[in-house]
């Protein structure tokens, strides 16, 4: 979608871990063919070939907290891969309000009030939200592999000052 919207012009980085499983790579590899602007970055965080004006991560957020990875290095990876001005976008499945790391692993969901606070701390400044993906109906309960694509999303917008 975001190749799509960028066009030939522009530029989309996919990121992938250096430890990513060939399972993730074969998933990136038709995208690769089909858009030639679209290209792969590998390493232990993300360092974009240039700066960027969107730095965007979907449905992983939480696995920083439960897979060795660092929330404080990658909020700071994207920190330095984006222009001044640029937008850092967080979504991902919520975990009860104060529940912190509590669900990260178990459940794969994650507070979306310590996402905010990680990625302020990280220099960003909160620009909004959205509830396009938000559904009132998910208890936050039961791991997101049960309930597919309905579970309760959040979309947290940042700004590079």
Partial sequence: MIARVVGAKGAVYVWLPTTASSVSLARVEPILKAYPHVKLVQGEQLVAP???DVVWTTQNY???HHTGKSPEGANAAAFAAL???????VSDHAAKTG?????TD????????LVKAEVVKAGFVFAGESNALAN???DHTQKVFDLHDKTDQFVLKFRKP
């Fill in 99 to 103: 529940s912190g790391t509590t669900d």
């Fill in 62 to 64: 939480h696995d920083l």
């Fill in 83 to 89: 222009k001044p001005g640029g937008i850092y976008l």
């Fill in 50 to 52: 240039e700066k960027l």
């Fill in 136 to 138: 009132a109906g998910d």
């Fill in 106 to 113: 178990a459940l794969h969901r994650i507070d979306p009030e």
